[in-house]
C-alpha cells in the first residue's frame, strides 16, 4: 500500500521533439496536489504531448522532471503507481466485459474505498451492460468507462485528455459531476480546447508559451 501525502510534479526546462520538431520546449511549471490545471491549446498543438511527458510515459528530450511525495522523490519508474490517466490514445481491451476489465485494472491499481465491480458499472451507468464485451460498446459508453476507471482509481494524480470527446450533453453533466465528487484532493491535469471541461480548473497553462 502506498501512503501519500503532498505530491508535487516540478518541470524544469523540459523539452520534447520527434525527430527535428520540437513540440514542447522549456516547460517549467510546478504542479500541486488539490489544485486543478489546464493544459490549453488547439488541436495539435502539443497537449497530449505535455500530459504524456508529465506522466513519465515520454522520456523528455530535454530538461528534467521530477515528482515528489513531500519532499521523497519518487522515482521515475514508480511514477504510473501515482496516477491514472484517461485519453483517447490508450484504449480499453476490447474482449473484456466491463466487469472484467474493472477486476483486471485492480489487479494493478487499487480503487477508492467501497468501489467495486457493482458499484462502478452502477455509477457509469452501465449495469444493464455489464457482462457486454467492450468491442459492443459505442464510443460514448467507452468513454465512460475510461473516465470512471481513470477518476476511481486511489491514486493522488489524475491526468484526463479532452475528457469529454464522444460524449453526449447528459454525459457532460455525468463527467461533472464525477469530477467534482471524486477529483476534489487530487492534483487533476486537464488537455483541453473546450471550456465545458477545464472551466473550474484554477490554473490554465497554454501550450503556446511554451514552443
Not at 496536489?33 to 504524456?52: D, F, R, V
Not at 511527458?53 to 521523497?72: F, P, Q, R, V
Not at 465512460?144 to 477518476?151: F, S
Request: net charge neutral.
Amino acid at each position: 500500500v502506498i501512503i501519500w501525502n503532498m505530491i508535487s510534479i516540478s518541470a524544469q526546462s523540459l523539452g520534447k521533439r520527434f525527430q527535428f520538431e520540437w513540440i514542447i520546449r522549456n516547460f517549467n511549471y510546478n504542479f500541486q496536489q488539490q489544485n486543478h490545471y489546464a493544459l490549453l491549446g488547439n488541436n495539435g498543438s502539443g497537449k497530449s504531448t505535455l500530459m504524456l511527458l508529465l506522466s513519465g510515459y515520454y522520456n523528455s528530450s530535454a530538461g528534467k522532471l521530477i515528482w515528489k511525495n513531500d519532499e521523497t522523490q519518487i522515482e521515475v519508474e514508480k511514477l504510473y503507481k501515482h496516477f491514472a490517466i484517461a485519453s483517447p490514445a490508450l484504449e480499453l481491451i476490447e474482449e473484456f466485459t466491463l466487469h472484467e476489465h474493472i477486476r483486471f485494472q485492480k489487479a494493478f491499481k487499487p480503487f477508492i474505498e467501497n468501489m467495486d465491480e457493482k458499484n462502478i458499472s452502477e455509477l457509469i451507468g452501465l449495469s444493464n451492460a455489464k457482462h457486454k464485451a467492450i468491442k459492443h460498446y459505442s464510443s460514448g459508453m467507452r468513454q465512460r468507462v475510461k473516465l470512471a476507471l481513470a477518476m476511481l482509481s486511489d491514486v493522488p494524480v489524475l491526468m484526463l485528455d479532452e475528457p469529454t470527446t464522444n460524449l453526449d450533453e447528459e454525459g457532460v453533466r455525468w463527467y461533472r459531476m464525477m469530477v467534482e465528487k471524486y477529483s476534489s484532493k487530487k492534483l487533476l491535469l486537464i488537455a483541453s480546447n473546450l471550456q465545458r471541461e477545464y472551466e473550474f480548473c484554477s490554473h490554465q497553462i497554454s501550450i503556446n508559451d511554451w514552443k
